[in-house]
């Protein structure tokens, strides 16, 4: 297939883009919305925008000896994740049909077991700030022994990767941080307690030298994205592209922090290299650099499953130590997997690997699924009659699921997620006991 066609496909894709965002979302009155923010942060991005410059000359310094062969690979590596794209589009369709088979009513209950348990930890104030004070101890604990050891420094994921047995203990440090300091901030704007944009604040600093700034990132969208969807058109297209172009330099500039680089003059002069050809919206051309040294025998599950049992750690089961998706990734291009993390083949790379193109076509209809819902009720809680950001927020939380369907390599946030929503159960109960009051 000749580039020319690639490219006329990825405009029309495009194109389907907007007009289903000036449809549904700009003529509906709203200028952003999950829907597409989803669309485009998984597919339009990394995808259909980034299409022609994966081949650009610039991706020799990531590429090396691989670059002509990974250029080889990239036409099939866009048309498998255009047939993702598609199918996300018809799974976010599917919430319109009504069969009569009650298949609709059966999933949402379902999905709403992640926002219902989310209400729970966001019901009581003293839980929220007793959780928050322990996960400020816990990061003090791990962010001590890095420092112990390594020095001071802004990457304790670099320190984990040469440890691999504090790897474990990190992530489900940042994780349990994360999400306490985002339910404490959804909290805050509808209760206005103070209190909780102090732990919100307090963890956000803590996780500065956790070296991943998609941790930081995380406490703030979420809850940043249902403000923009409430204010409607109070909010221009201007004012929108500009705050997301911030909020993106600020990304970039803390993962250079991350690498020890302080200067802001270097990193503008690099910013369009950065985004361009860097490793933040490389989905499309690591699919095809994973494509191009693997072996062509599918790995039927094995990733997923390894997924599964993420709870164990990789220095204890020899089998996630094979099978985890950075795992693969990384001695499919020939790295040392202790050392590399992987790389990210996009929303549909990993269920290519596994299944082929029935794969691509059930992780798109599972992403459209699941992203459409989050759309819906954000909208209904997030309405000035019934305005409600922690129950809009409560909703946001299925990303999680969304983001481990699409990498598994964050299914363990799962498990994180699952045992916050337990402990809270367990605090709650304790709390009646006690009669305290929220």
């Known amino acids: 297939m000749s580039w020319n066609l690639l490219y006329f496909l990825d405009a029309l894709a495009i194109l389907a883009f907007v007009i289903s965002y000036y449809l549904t979302c ?23 925008i980034m299409l022609p410059f994966s081949k650009n000359e610039m ?29 996300m589009l018809l799974g976010g369709s599917l919430w319109r049909l009504k069969a009569g088979l009650g298949i609709r009513r059966a999933a949402g209950q379902v999905l709403d077991i992640v926002p219902r348990c989310s209400m729970m930890l966001m019901s009581s104030r003293h ?18 022994i890095y420092f112990s050891q390594a020095g001071f420094g802004f990457d304790l994921r670099e320190f984990t990767f040469a440890h691999p047995n504090f790897r474990p203990v990190a ?59 409430k204010l409607r058109t109070r909010i221009g297209l201007f004012k929108l592209a500009s705050l997301i172009f911030v909020i993106l330099v600020i990304g970039l500039y803390l993962g250079n922090l991350r690498a020890g680089n302080y200067s802001v003059g270097a990193f503008f002069s690099t910013l369009a290299i950065a985004i361009l050809f860097g490793n933040n919206f490389s989905d499309l051309r690591e699919f095809a650099w994973v494509y191009a040294d693997w072996n062509h025998k599918f790995w039927v599950g094995k990733t997923y499953l390894a997924a599964l049992i993420s709870f164990v750690p990789r220095f204890v089961s020899e089998f996630r130590d094979t099978w985890g998706i950075g795992v693969v990734t990384s001695t499919t291009l020939g790295f040392d997997p202790h050392v590399h993390p992987g790389v990210r083949p996009g929303a549909f790379g990993e269920g290519y ?23 819906i009720y954000t909208k209904k809680n997030l309405a000035p009659q019934r305005f409600s950001m922690m129950r809009a ?7 999680i699921v969304t983001g481990a369907i699409a990498i ?31």
Request: aromatic residues 16%; glycine residues 6%; charged residues 10%.
């Open 408 to 438: 598994t390599s964050s299914a363990s946030s799962l498990y994180v997620l699952g045992v916050i929503f337990l402990f809270t159960w367990v605090c709650r109960q304790v709390q009646r006991i006690f009669l305290i009051q929220n």
């Open 127 to 144: 839980v929220l700030i007793f959780q928050a004070l322990l996960c400020f101890f816990l990061q003090i604990v791990i962010l001590s």
């Open 393 to 399: 927020f409560a909703f946001t939380n299925l990303t």
């Open 171 to 229: 992530l489900l440090i940042s994780g349990y941080s994360v999400t306490i300091a985002s339910h404490c901030l959804a909290r805050y704007i509808d209760k206005k307690e103070k209190i909780l944009l102090a732990c919100t604040l307090l963890l956000s600093f803590g996780l500065l030298f956790f070296g991943a700034r998609s941790n930081i990132v995380t406490i703030y969208i979420a809850i940043l994205v249902c403000y923009l969807i």
């Open 59 to 87: 991706n020799r310094v990531v590429l090396g000896q691989d670059f002509p062969a990974t250029v080889e690979a990239l036409p099939f590596a866009f048309l498998a994740s255009l047939l993702g794209f598609f199918s």
């Open 353 to 375: 690997f596994n299944f082929g193109l029935p794969g691509v076509v059930a992780i798109g209809l599972l992403l459209g699924i699941i992203s459409r819902y989050i759309d």
């Open 26 to 48: 700009y003529q509906q009155g709203y200028r952003i919305d999950f829907w597409h923010l989803q669309l485009f942060s998984t597919t339009v991005l990394p995808i259909l």
